[in-house]
Nanobody, 126 residues
Framework: QVQLVESGGGLVQAGDSLRLSCAHS????????MGWFRQAPGKEREFVAA????????NYADSVKGRFTISRDNAKNAIYLQMNNLKSEDTAVYYC???????????????????WGQGTQVTVSS
């Protein structure tokens, strides 16, 4: 059974940075693309960033492009989301997720992911 555990959230001020981590249990991590999604209060879950199984391909939501960077360390079974120049509208619960199929390209669709973490809260005060 795959488990995903996010960490690194917190309360920061606008303009600050945070780095989220997502730890993946199991030996299949390096075969699967991963993604970050977020959900703000009263809003639907939305795509933030994705990375393919090798780390060679990434994709970002327009709202975070140029500020957020997704990366992975296959030796540590982990992905990261470096968030710079945070804005109040970035406030949300952030979730990491694993693609349902191995060795395929990035996707921004939540339906393309089958395992999800429990989420970590990011609050940005203005």
């Amino acid at each position: 059974q795959v488990q995903l555990v996010e960490s690194g959230g917190g309360l920061v001020q606008a303009g600050d940075s945070l780095r989220l981590s997502c730890a993946h249990s199991g030996r299949t991590f390096s075969s699967y693309g991963m993604g970050w999604f977020r959900q703000a209060p009263g809003k639907e879950r939305e795509f933030v960033a994705a990375i393919n199984w090798s780390g060679a391909m990434t994709n970002y939501a327009d709202s975070v492009k140029g500020r957020f960077t997704i990366s992975r360390d296959n030796a540590k079974n982990a992905i990261y989301l470096q968030m710079n120049n945070l804005k109040s509208e970035d406030t949300a619960v952030y979730y990491c997720a694993r693609r349902s199929q191995p060795f395929i390209s990035v996707s921004s669709a939540a339906s393309a992911y089958d395992y999800w973490g429990q989420g970590t809260q990011v609050t940005v005060s203005s």
